[in-house]
T-cell receptor, first 114, second 113 residues
Framework: GENVEQHPSTLSVQEGDSAVIKCTYS??????FPWYKQELGKRPQLIID?????GEKKDQRIAVTLNKTAKHFSLHITETQPEDSAVYFC?????????????FGAGTRLAVHP | NAGVTQTPKFQVLKTGQSMTLQCAQD?????MSWYRQDPGMGLRLIHY???????DQGEVPNGYNVSRSTTEDFPLRLLLAAPSQTSVYFC????????????FGQGTRLTVV
C-alpha cells in the first residue's frame, strides 16, 4: 500500500538540544528514503537521504537512521539552531499499482527557541 | 539554469471555472510530478509522469488532468474548480524516481471561491 506515517506533527526544542523525527512505511520493497526541509513560504528541498543498503548516514549536524526490519527511519538533528526551524518531510517510494511513486509524510513543524 | 518553473504564482478562480497550471523544467529530467500541500496533510501526490507520453494517477487525482507531450513540460489542468481544490500546488522533477533528488518549483497558491 501507499503509506508513510510521520511523527510528531509538531516539535518544539530549545536551541542546542537534539530533535528526532520518525517515519514508518508500509511498502517492504521501498529502498530509498529522503528527507526534505521546507522553510516558511519556500519550496521543499532535499537535506539528506539514505538507501536501504546502509543503516545510518550523517552530514554535519543531521543524520538519518534506517531500520528495515521495523520499517522505520528517523531524522536526527543535533545542536539545533534557530535556522533549523522549518517543516520537515520524510518520503518513500511505493510500488503499488502503475509505476513507482514518491509518497510524502504529513510533515513535522520544528520550532527551535533561542 | 532555471530548474523547475511554475506559473502562475498566485491564482483566484471562481467555482466551476477551469484553468491550467504550468510546469517546465530544463534539466532533461524524465520524472515529473504534481503535489498539493494543505495544512497538516503534507504533500499529496496528484499525478506523475515517468517520461513523455506516460502519466499515472497519484493519491488524489480526482478533478485534475495531466498530459506529458514533451520532456520539459507537465501542465496540470483543473476541469471544474471547487473550493476543496484551494491549496498550494508544487511541481517537481527528478532524473528518475529512486535514489535521486526531486527538485521543486516555487509553488502556485490557488484559491477557489
Amino acid at each position: 500500500g501507499e503509506n508513510v506515517e510521520q511523527h510528531p506533527s509538531t516539535l518544539s526544542v530549545q536551541e542546542g538540544d537534539s530533535a528526532v523525527i520518525k517515519c514508518t512505511y508500509s511498502d517492504s520493497a521501498s529502498n530509498y528514503f529522503p528527507w526534505y526541509k521546507q522553510e516558511l513560504g519556500k519550496r521543499p528541498q532535499l537535506i539528506i537521504d539514505i538507501r536501504s543498503n546502509v543503516g545510518e548516514k550523517k552530514d554535519q549536524r543531521i543524520a538519518v537512521t534506517l531500520n528495515k526490519t521495523a520499517k522505520h527511519f528517523s531524522l536526527h538533528i543535533t545542536e539545533t539552531q534557530p535556522e533549523d526551524s522549518a517543516v520537515y518531510f520524510c518520503a518513500g517510494p511505493t510500488f503499488s499499482g502503475g509505476y513507482n511513486k514518491l509518497i510524502f509524510g504529513a510533515g513535522t513543524r520544528l520550532a527551535v527557541h533561542p | 539554469n532555471a530548474g523547475v518553473t511554475q506559473t502562475p504564482k498566485f491564482q483566484v478562480l471562481k467555482t466551476g471555472q477551469s484553468m491550467t497550471l504550468q510546469c517546465a523544467q530544463d534539466m532533461n529530467h524524465e520524472y515529473m510530478s504534481w503535489y498539493r500541500q494543505d495544512p497538516g496533510m503534507g504533500l499529496r501526490l496528484i499525478h506523475y509522469s515517468v517520461g513523455a507520453g506516460i502519466t499515472d494517477q497519484g493519491e488524489v487525482p480526482n478533478g485534475y488532468n495531466v498530459s506529458r507531450s514533451t520532456t520539459e513540460d507537465f501542465p496540470l489542468r483543473l476541469l471544474l474548480a471547487a473550493p476543496s481544490q484551494t491549496s498550494v500546488y508544487f511541481c517537481a522533477s527528478s532524473p528518475g524516481l529512486l535514489s535521486t533528488e526531486a527538485f521543486f518549483g516555487q509553488g502556485t497558491r490557488l484559491t477557489v471561491v
